[in-house]
């Protein structure tokens, strides 16, 4: 089993990628749902921003390893301004079982994680990646921080919680004042944008929501209902948020908001649009609502000031920093990351 190489992904290599998937994924999980074809298409191919993706295969051509990783547009705020740049989050990596003997430094998952930073991370080429960033699983934690350059930056992950009943959404409605939150159609998809355009200077680190990214994420998604909300004041957008109600997760269904855009330190905003997941929450029956903001968000404080406690994640967030002009010190105090800036809601 020691006869393998590594090359770029090439068109027609999708099916063996996603069969290897659903076959590695698959082993030791019960609750595991078999990825279709036309996920992994939207997930890599039809991403605006295209995707990085290196195979491992065999002496046979079989593909029997995939490192591969989802670029977004990102933007860092620097001594000139901002500046757009290139991120990726790495996703679906895995090594057939028959190859993974070991996990030395010339295994092929090492081998293959190391060529992808050669081939992908020089930030001074054309589209290399400033940071790759990722949520690593409890047998690829240690591993990466100790061959690959993990970093940890939040680990573990917080999140913002609340439990509520039929009362908060009508207590939330009071703090929102004259802000009024309603489900949005897609078509207002480009209104968000322009949102989020506006309070872009806010965000010192993050990926940028962008209308073709926003399409791609949100309104697109095979098999993920996500909904959209906006809210105004005076008739004049204010912010949004996009959110997914009765996913199961850790056993139970939940409400989670995804994506927040526009002012994080609205009050009446923030409450306005949460007021309305919580009530399309309680109309379903899920009493309990879930978002993921980073301490360098200023939501933090408005979310804890409309009653939503703080709790650890079983994630681990971290990056490998390629970039020259800032440091780990420096993205632990400015990077913005949201639940749908990761695959896992």
């Known amino acids: 089993m020691s006869s393998w190489s590594i090359r770029p992904f090439e068109p027609g290599d999708e099916e063996a990628c996603l069969a290897l998937f659903n076959r590695v994924f698959a082993a030791?999980?019960?609750?595991?749902?078999?990825?279709d074809l036309d996920t992994w298409r939207h997930t890599y191919e039809r991403n605006p921003c295209g995707h990085k993706t290196l195979v491992g295969v065999d002496a046979d051509g079989g593909i029997v390893a995939n490192y591969s990783s989802c670029p977004v547009k990102i933007q860092v705020q620097r001594p000139g301004g901002l500046e757009e740049r290139v991120a990726c989050q790495v996703v679906d990596s895995c090594v057939d079982m028959a190859y993974r003997r070991s996990l030395r430094k010339n295994s092929l998952f090492i081998t293959i994680a190391n060529e992808y930073q050669r081939v992908f991370c020089d930030p001074t080429q054309p589209g290399g990646n400033d940071y790759i960033y990722g949520l690593p699983n409890e047998n690829h934690y240690p591993l990466g921080t100790r061959l690959l350059g993990?970093?940890?930056?939040?680990?573990?992950?917080?999140?913002?919680y609340r439990e509520f009943d039929a009362r908060w959404s009508g207590e939330l409605q009071a703090r929102a004042g004259d802000v009024v939150a309603e489900d949005a159609p897609w078509t207002e998809l480009p209104l968000v944008a322009e949102i989020a355009a506006r309070h872009a200077a806010a965000m010192p680190l993050g990926n940028v929501r962008d209308l073709p990214y926003l399409e791609w994420r949100y309104r697109d998604w095979p098999g993920r209902p996500y909904g959209l909300i906006v809210a105004r004041r005076g008739g004049e957008p204010v912010g949004a948020v996009f959110y997914r109600v009765g996913v199961p997760w850790e056993k139970k269904p939940v409400a989670v908001v995804l994506d927040w855009i526009g002012p994080g330190d609205d009050e009446q905003v923030v409450a306005a649009l949460?007021?309305?997941?919580?009530?399309?929450?309680?109309?379903?029956?899920?009493?309990?609502?879930?978002?993921?903001?980073?301490?360098?968000m200023p939501h933090v404080a408005t979310l804890r000031s409309l009653g939503l406690g703080q709790e650890n994640t079983q994630f681990n967030l971290c990056m490998v920093l390629f970039s020259r002009d800032y440091d780990i010190p420096w993205v632990k105090q400015h990077w913005w990351l949201t639940a749908g800036d990761t695959d896992i809601y």
């Open 28 to 35: 030791d999980n019960p609750d595991f749902t078999p990825r």
């Open 150 to 160: 993990y970093t940890p930056v939040h680990c573990p992950l917080p999140r913002q």
């Open 274 to 296: 949460l007021a309305r997941v919580a009530a399309n929450a309680w109309e379903r029956e899920h009493p309990r609502v879930e978002t993921w903001v980073t301490p360098a």
